[in-house]
């Protein structure tokens, strides 16, 4: 494969090696695409007047030495070289990227995630500010919760263990050194 501009390949069939050929992709105009063919794929070799000079090399044709990733109807599959695999079902509507190891998301402006339920099964580490509208609920797990910093706690009411931090009192308390009873 040649990646110069544009790029090209060269196609063996039987004695013919053809000269420096461009292979067809799904789009070349303003939106545009790059998978390029690899050594040994099955391809077409489309040659308009007959002339193997001005051959355009049409890729895709599975073949028995490459099988295709999946044999669903239902389903639209890409697998990757280093194992990774999309995979979308739309019989039951579920999309699968699996095998990479990393997905970088980057938006100018915003990235909204619409879903009425969303599990993170792993660490999750935010950079700038955490803001939510609706409450937090959660348990301990097992290393409890810690905060580091300054905490400011602004309107409405917090508790722990149903003792209100600003609206309680102590009994028995005395001048000096004597301890208070616990909080009510």
């Not at 049409?58 to 490459?66: F, K, R, V, W």
Request: with cysteine; charged share 20%.
């Amino acid at each position: 494969m040649q990646t110069g501009n544009p790029p090209r390949v060269r196609v063996q069939t039987g004695g013919l090696t053809t000269t420096w050929l461009p292979w067809a992709e799904r789009r070349a105009g303003k939106t545009r695409t790059w998978n390029p063919p690899t050594v040994g794929e099955q391809v077409l070799l489309l040659c308009p007047s007959g002339d193997v000079a001005n051959g355009i090399v049409l890729t895709g044709i599975p073949s028995d030495a490459t099988d295709v990733p999946s044999h669903s109807a239902n389903e639209t599959v890409t697998s990757y070289p280093d194992g990774a695999l999309t995979r979308y079902d739309h019989a039951t509507s579920e999309l699968a990227i699996t095998g990479v190891k990393t997905i970088l998301v980057e938006a100018a402006t915003s990235v909204l995630v619409r879903c009425p339920d969303t599990t993170f099964d792993g660490n999750v580490t935010v950079q700038g500010l955490l803001s939510y509208q609706n409450g937090i609920a959660g348990t301990g797990g097992e290393h409890g919760n810690a905060i580091t910093g300054d905490f400011i706690h602004r309107d409405g009411v917090l508790s722990s263990n149903d003792v209100v931090l600003d609206k309680h009192d102590h009994g028995g308390v005395y001048r000096g050194d004597s301890r208070t009873d616990g909080p009510r």
